[in-house]
Structures are given as C-alpha cells and as structure tokens.
C-alpha cells in the first residue's frame, strides 16, 4: 500500500515509517521538522505546516500525485505542560492541522485514516484497566486536543471517511539507535539522562494508593505501537469496516520503582533514586484494557518492560 505518514519524522512516526517499509509498503512523509529529523527516514519527505491555511491545496495536490490508500496522522504537539500554558498553540496546531488534513482527503476522496491519539483522553480514570467505553474526561488542552480530534474523525463519516483512533498509552523503547526518542520529556528518557549525568532519577510521590506507592502506568514499545498502527490501515482496507476507537498498551501496568529497577538492570548500573514531590495531574493507575484491540484487530504486543527499557537503554 502506497502510505501518506504526517509527523514521520518524529520518534514515534519514523518508527512507524520503517515498520510499513518492512512491511512491503510504501510512505511519503508530511512533517513540519519542528521535533522531527530528516535523518530518521529515507522515503520522501514534504515539509509543510498542517495547519497553515495553504495546506489543504497542497495536501491535495500531494495526495493526487501519490494516489495513496491510508493516511496514518500524528503529525502534533504533544507536551501536556506546555500545552496548558500555551492553549490556544495547542487547539490550533493540532484540530487545525487534523481539519486541513479532512479537507484536503474530502477533496480528493481518500477514505482512509488512522489517527494518532492518546489516553491522555481519559483524565483521572479510577478502575484497574480503562477500557475504550470509559467516559473519561481530559484534564489537560493536550488531552482536550486529543479528544476533541477523535470527534472530528468520527464526524467525517458523513462523507464516507473511515476512521482508526488509537489511544496510545506510555510509549517508550527504541527500534534502532538512530530512531530514539531525543526529547527527554518522559520517565525513561529522563531516568536515563539522569544517570548518565550521575544524577539519582526522581520518583514523584510514593504515597499513591498502589502497592509500592508510586504511579503506575502501561509502558508499550514504540516498535510495537508502529505494528497496530499497519494493523489498523490493514482493517481499515477491508470490506464494510466501521469508525473504531482502539486502546494500544499491554494490559500490564508497571510502577515508577519497577521501572527504575528495570532501569538498574538495563544499564548495569546500581544508581540511587531519589524520592519527590506527586507532580500536578498525575492518575495514580492508568491501565489499558486491550481487549478491543486483540479480538477486532488480532492485534498483541510482543515486548515486555525489561525489552523496552533495554531498548531505549542501548539506544541512548
Ligand atoms: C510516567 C510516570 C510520573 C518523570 C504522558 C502524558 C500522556 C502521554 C504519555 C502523549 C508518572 C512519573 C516521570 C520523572 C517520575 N503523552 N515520573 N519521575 O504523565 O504518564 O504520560 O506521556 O500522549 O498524555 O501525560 O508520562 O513519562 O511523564 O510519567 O516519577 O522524572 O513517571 O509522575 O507517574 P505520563 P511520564
């Protein structure tokens, strides 16, 4: 298949763009290079603006010449504290370049888009595993961004668009070295500059109600996320499929200290961890119920935490 990928030069877009590749498809890469590096990629790449107004003719354009089966759409900002101090930044960018993007495939009738979104959606959900059906509510514009685009996505089925969201949980691990995740704005990446600076990694609070009182959250290897991102363009190809929303996590739910611990195991190294201040907005447990997503899609992951984090370990 013949694939548009916006933000395929990002850490999670890039890895996205090498799974398809080896996966016997072709991309063409939309990216503002604002976060991206040209260098992750090899297949050809636009530089353009998704949410400037001149978009949606050379979007159109590009998809005319390529005649493309599936676009796959994570081109956004995505950095929960800047995105409540800079609101308006964040619902421009992010619902401006999704509704471009709609325009630009109503205008040439392509039909086919997974949509990258996240479990930021769900807020502070209280239940073991958050299932797809929760009525979570984003505490944050990120999150607002995030819902708000699965509607868009859902409400171009009036024109005959299929549409894919997937609910990314915690996304970490590398494929390759030359894929890693630079930014440095989650716990795995800052754990690792922390050690590798000699300094101990900051656990936020461990007086959470969970069993060793930090938070915990569901860690999936960015290999794996870029997997279900094929497996919901394959679904989406196929005959009489619906608008779906899908959670893509493991199901497991890992600790800040068991992660640390991996962490400890992964670098070889026995480092001190300091213990913080909760962060503001933090969920205690926040579990994907990947039921949707293995019995619709057939899709499982296949990495653990130990194989994430030595993946992100050697690829720092
Ligand atoms: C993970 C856990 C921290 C740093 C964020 C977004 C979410 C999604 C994924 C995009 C938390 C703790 C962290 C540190 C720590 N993004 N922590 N010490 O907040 O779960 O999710 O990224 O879609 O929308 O909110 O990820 O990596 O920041 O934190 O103890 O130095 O690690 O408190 O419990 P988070 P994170």
Redesign the pocket.
């Known amino acids: 298949m013949k694939l548009l990928v916006t933000g395929g030069a990002g850490y999670i877009g890039s890895h996205v763009v090498r799974a398809a590749e080896a996966a016997g498809h072709s991309c063409v890469v939309v990216d503002n290079l604002s976060t991206g590096l040209v260098k992750r990629i090899s297949c050809p790449i636009v530089e353009l603006e998704l949410a400037s107004p001149d978009s949606v003719s050379l979007l159109a354009r590009l998809m005319r010449e390529h005649k493309f089966d599936s676009v796959i759409h994570l081109a956004a900002r995505?950095q929960?504290g800047e995105s409540v101090q800079k609101p308006e930044e964040y619902f421009l960018e992010n619902l401006g370049g999704l509704g471009n993007l709609l325009l630009a495939m109503r205008e040439v009738g392509l039909k086919s888009l997974v949509f990258s979104s996240?479990?930021?959606t769900y807020g502070m959900p209280d239940v073991d595993l958050v299932s797809e059906d929760y009525p979570g509510v984003p505490i944050?514009p990120?999150?607002q961004t995030?819902l708000i685009g699965e509607l868009m996505v859902k409400n171009a089925e009036v024109w005959g668009l299929k549409g894919v969201n997937l609910r990314?949980?915690?996304?970490?691990g590398a494929g390759a070295s030359d894929l890693a995740d630079t930014a440095a704005?989650?716990?795995?990446p800052?754990?690792i500059n922390?050690i590798k600076a000699g300094k101990a990694?900051?656990?936020?609070?461990t007086d959470y109600p969970t069993p060793d009182g930090?938070?915990?959250?569901d860690y999936v290897h960015v290999e794996d996320l870029a997997l279900a991102h094929l497996a919901a363009v394959d679904y989406l190809v196929g005959e009489g499929q619906q608008f779906r929303t899908f959670n893509v996590g493991t199901g497991v739910g890992a600790s800040?200290i068991e992660?640390l611990a991996a962490l400890k195991v992964a670098s070889g190294n026995d480092f001190e961890v300091s213990i913080?201040e909760?962060?503001a907005g933090?969920?205690p447990r926040?579990v994907a119920d990947v039921s949707r997503i293995e019995q619709v899609l057939g899709f499982r992951t296949k990495h653990d935490l130990a194989s994430i984090v030595q993946s992100a370990w050697d690829a720092s």
């Not at 990694?201 to 609070?205: H, K, L, T, Y």
Request: hydrophobic share 50%.
């Open positions: 995505k929960v996240s479990a930021a944050n990120y999150g995030k990314y949980f915690n996304v970490a704005l989650n716990l795995i800052i754990a922390a990694p900051v656990v936020f609070g930090s938070c915990i959250r800040v992660v913080g909760r962060r933090d969920p926040l």
